[in-house]
């Protein structure tokens, strides 16, 4: 049965669950195929996405590499019960486990799950489970953990709350620095990091409610993190925060967990974005493009005295379509591409000429207000055109609209722009290429961006 375009929207209209979807645009756009750094419509309309399915697929859309993995597998151990094992769940784990002792020198072990979220609320129990039972957590305004009941106790937006209550305690949030925005008004070349000074008097005495002097404890288990906020909108900290903050951290034994679900696997150009930090963490969650976004995947690690068998044993959690057999096949493609290829520096490079034509924008567009990044994990930061810097969600709202339209102009052909939005304000275009995108590509994704933001300014 073949159904037009308006046909399938009215159907989704009356069958489709929107508590599941954004829904940012009205029509939703329907895509019909996909390609390297492409969408492309039912008309054959090409679209240059630069937000990659929220950094799920950053090694390109139907990467042949990849989706042979997949396609081997398929054919031989599609499928097969957690009671049981398979190869690739054994050498997965191990070989992530493995990366995670090279790089920080600790041993540790893999624990799989479906989603991003499952894995953070398994995360979650590890913590309890270790630390008798606490359940208060640190976490980051602008931080982004998920949207189940566990997870959003530890996100930072309400919004994500307000229906449903809280599961446990909500976590107390603590400002992340973010230097364009500093909440206590500093700038980064002489806070001299200000904002953890701020963090580390909560333990001063025990008054300030988090730390009990008289036992050396603190009430808090875990500080949850993104090094590189995601939704928060591409935040990347100034050097030396992270390295001060896990001071503070080891000191009063609160674990640090490092949720690496958007910036994990290069996209930050290290395999652990938190890797530029100079810190080891306790917990790392992951997944997204563990598996390219070819089967849902997900994960953590943990060190050997979290999670050993002892302490941890056999059915703590479980999901029954966790490690399976189709997404560990592809996890470990990706994690032996990963390991053979020298992803850090194509991704850095590519970063950087990226980065250098978004500063050019910067200097003809009064509408950007900030632009920074970290590898290909990118930001624009839209805000007045007055004083470039008071946020402009309407603006960016527009420029969303005309992307989607697919009627920008360069060389004589037509294209639109794929783009995701995040930030505190709704104002900041976060930009997640391909790691695999050509120079070609990013001049191309530069070109359609000015030409976007002359268009808007025009229009409205």
Request: with cysteine; glycine share 8%; net charge negative.
């Amino acid at each position: 049965m073949s159904l037009t375009e308006q046909e399938l929207l009215e159907l989704e209209a009356q069958y489709c669950s929107h508590g599941d979807t954004v829904h940012y645009h009205n029509p939703p756009k329907i895509f019909t195929r996909c390609e390297g750094s492409y969408m492309y419509d039912e008309k054959g309309q090409a679209f240059l996405d630069l937000q990659m399915w929220y950094s799920a697929a950053n090694f390109g859309y139907a990467n042949p590499r990849l989706n042979n993995a997949l396609k081997r597998q398929l054919d031989t151990l599609p499928q097969i019960t957690s009671e049981y094992l398979h190869k690739e769940k054994i050498l997965l784990a191990a070989a992530l486990a493995k990366n995670v002792e090279r790089t920080f020198g600790l041993k540790g072990r893999i624990h799989f799950n479906v989603g991003g979220s499952q894995a953070i609320e398994d995360s979650l129990k590890v913590i309890r489970n270790a630390t008798n039972g606490k359940s208060l957590m640190f976490a980051f305004e602008g931080g982004y953990h998920g949207r189940t009941l566990g997870a959003s106790s530890i996100t930072s937006s309400y919004r994500y709350r307000r229906r449903y209550g809280h599961f446990g305690e909500r976590a107390q949030f603590v400002p992340f620095p973010y230097c364009f925005r500093c909440p206590y008004g500093k700038k980064r070349e002489d806070c001299e990091l200000f904002c953890v000074d701020q963090f580390e008097r909560l333990f001063d005495s025990e008054y300030q409610g988090v730390w009990d002097p008289k036992v050396n404890s603190s009430e808090y288990a875990a500080f949850y993190v993104e090094s590189i906020q995601g939704t928060g909108g591409y935040v990347v900290p100034p050097q030396g925060y992270f390295e001060k903050l896990k001071k503070i951290l080891e000191a009063r034994k609160i674990l640090l967990v490092d949720d690496e679900v958007q910036m994990g696997f290069y996209r930050a150009g290290k395999f652990w974005s938190i890797e530029h930090f100079n810190i080891k963490p306790d917990i790392i969650v992951f997944g997204k493009a563990l598996t390219n976004g070819l089967n849902p995947l997900s994960g953590l690690w943990a060190r050997e005295e979290l999670i050993n068998p002892t302490l941890f044993p056999a059915g703590s959690t479980h999901s029954t379509f966790s490690s399976n057999p189709l997404g560990t096949a592809v996890a470990l493609e990706t994690v032996t591409m990963l390991e053979t290829s020298d992803y850090h520096h194509s991704t850095m490079e590519k970063g950087a000429y990226f980065l250098n034509g978004l500063k050019e924008l910067k200097r003809k567009h009064r509408i950007i207000g900030d632009v920074d990044g970290l590898g290909l994990a990118l930001r624009i930061e839209i805000c007045k055109a007055e004083d470039s810097f008071t946020p402009d969600k309407s603006m960016v709202d527009k420029l969303c609209e005309i992307a989607l339209s697919g009627t920008l102009e360069t060389n004589g052909k037509r294209y639109g722009l794929i783009l995701d939005i995040g930030g505190y304000y709704k104002n900041v275009i976060t930009l997640a290429p391909s790691l695999e995108i050509s120079y070609e590509e990013i001049d191309l994704a530069i070109s359609l961006l000015d030409q976007l933001f002359n268009r808007c300014v025009k229009e409205i």
